[in-house]
T-cell receptor, first 115, second 115 residues
Framework: AQSVTQPDIHITVSEGASLELRCNYS??????LFWYVQSPGQGLQLLLK??????LVQGIKGFEAEFKRSQSSFNLRKPSVHWSDAAEYFC?????????????FGTGTRLQVTL | DGGITQSPKYLFRKEGQNVTLSCEQN?????MYWYRQDPGQGLRLIYY???????QKGDIAEGYSVSREKKESFPLTVTSAQKNPTAFYLC??????????????FGEGSRLTVL
């Protein structure tokens, strides 16, 4: 069965500092991988996705993620965090059946940004 | 602007009552989904519908029911059989249901509290 692990429940960074949020997945083949962001009391917004090809993917709001097959990881990065990035971030894995009904979400990492 | 509208945003229910959460989308998407979100947990799929008049159980369908009489509407009923209904409920949709072809869009959620 597929699964996603986000080891960090809560991360605090200073504004302007770099950020890396960890995501490890378990899937029997090449996965589809996603990062979503959720502001308090809101729905989720897609930051970026990986299906195939270049293992470094660029997303919205200056985020990027790197797919590392050997480490079963898809970590999210941002070079310089802004206070508005404070939110909860979810990693998700989906299979090549391609339907959203097969998405598995991680438990999320809450990001706090200090000024 | 196109999007997904969930209502009500907040809902309080007494034990033993059924409640219905509304989800309407004007994106002309075929597939719609209901997720449940609890603190410290990822999103869990309750029900989904790929086309009108058809829907499938997700991972945690017990105590919930849905209907899909119109393409744009996918209401969720939380029945009295749901043992722990207090949660944040998210509705989502995607064009055609295929992750490669589109993006899963989310509503802003409905928070249900059982008193």
């Amino acid at each position: 069965a597929q699964s996603v692990t986000q080891p960090d429940i809560h991360i605090t960074v200073s504004e302007g500092a770099s950020l890396e949020l960890r995501c490890n997945y378990s899937y029997g083949a090449t996965p589809y991988l996603f990062w979503y962001v959720q502001s308090p009391g809101q729905g989720l917004q897609l930051l970026l996705k990986y299906f195939s090809g270049d293992t470094l993917v660029q997303g919205i709001k200056g985020f990027e993620a790197e797919f590392k097959r050997s480490q079963s990881s898809f970590n999210l990065r941002k070079p310089s965090v802004h206070w508005s990035d404070a939110a909860e971030y979810f990693c998700a894995v989906g299979g090549h059946t391609g339907t959203a009904s097969k998405l598995t979400f991680g438990t999320g990492t809450r990001l706090q940004v200090t000024l | 602007d196109g999007g997904i509208t969930q209502s009500p945003k907040y809902l309080f229910r007494k034990e033993g009552q059924n409640v219905t959460l509304s989800c309407e989308q004007n994106l002309n998407h075929d597939a719609m989904y209901w997720y449940r979100q609890d603190p410290g947990q990822g999103l869990r799929l309750i029900y989904y519908s790929q086309i009108v008049n058809d829907f499938q159980k997700g991972d945690i369908a017990e105590g919930y029911s849905v209907s899909r009489e119109k393409k744009e509407s996918f209401p969720l009923t939380v029945t009295s059989a749901q043992k722990n209904p207090t949660a944040f409920y998210l509705c989502a949709s995607i064009d055609g249901g295929a992750l490669e072809a589109g993006e899963l869009f989310f509503g802003e959620g409905s928070r249900l509290t059982v008193l």
